[in-house]
């Protein structure tokens, strides 16, 4: 397999250590050692010393869900994420993608959404009419909200239109290219949809961005692709915050109290810790679980559950567990898609909210 020398590095000395072993939320869910960062490693160097085929490591090569928990741990620096990720172009490349991967990257191609899926709900398709006229602000929802969420997605814009904020929602809205980065990293397909979204977005001089996903993308993906827009690009969750600074989201208290799980995308990879919890603190008694900010666990997502269904149900069953084994009842998420995966969960111990449930209760 032709990697880089740099992931080669990685690969190489990352094998050699446990000290991300009990950290990894899918190695977790499945208790096999085979779904942790140093398997996924070793199975890499394998291949690369010609003594298994790349076929042979590809499902495991898709357990990983990029959540980046391994290389915060790192005291030595590696990055199994990174050589994770060039496994995942180099398959493509040589065609040795496992089908179901072929399938979501066919609808990717064909419909800007891994699901492919392109009929909005109706309740959504309302609301994008409500808001088709252009302003300054584009309230960009993504491919999740869009397409498997879309009532989060309403509760979304209806909290906008609470605070008295102008604001614009494209019916076609582009993908941010941030399923295609997770599926098949740095691939030309990827760019250009990256490079379309700029496009698009560059006609706008402030976009919010819903979910956390997409904000990682275009906040910081975009610029390892060398994609550029012109537009200020704001989170969902920092826009909520500025809201509420400035008294548009009149708050008031739910009398519950909750605990918030940390997007990964927001916490590790945007630094954004801070304005979630203002928003949330403002209409509940917020506590914190033990694992938070930076060291968040990941809760699941959607895009996963589509290949690895059981996996993605124990993966958010457990984060759950971890907010009921501190005697907490309630918790508050900003990503659309662990909400979905939090909710899809069979309990009924754990109230799960959005930010959005919240402010509209």
Known sequence: MNMSEKCKQHVDSCRFCWMCHHICPIGNATGHERSTARARALGISLVNRGAIELDEIMDNIYECCTCGACVHDCTTGWDPVMFTKEVRLRAALENKLPEYINILLDNCLNTGSAYGKTEL?????????VHADKTDILLYLGVDARYMVCKQAVKAIKVLEDADVKFTVLENEPASGAQLDFLIGAANETKEQMTACAKALDEFKTVVVYDPNDAKAIKQTFKEYGVETKAEIITYTAFLAKLHDEGKLRAKSTGKTVVFQDPYQLSRDLGETEEARKVISAFAELHEMLLN??????????????????????VSARRLYNAESIGETAVVTACVSEYAALKNVEQNEIEILSIEDLILD
């Open 121 to 129: 709900c109706d309740d959504l398709t309302a609301a994008l009419k």
């Open 293 to 314: 900010r930076a060291e968040t666990v990941w809760a699941g997502n959607i895009l996963m559950a589509e290949y690895l269904p059981e996996v993605i149900n124990e």
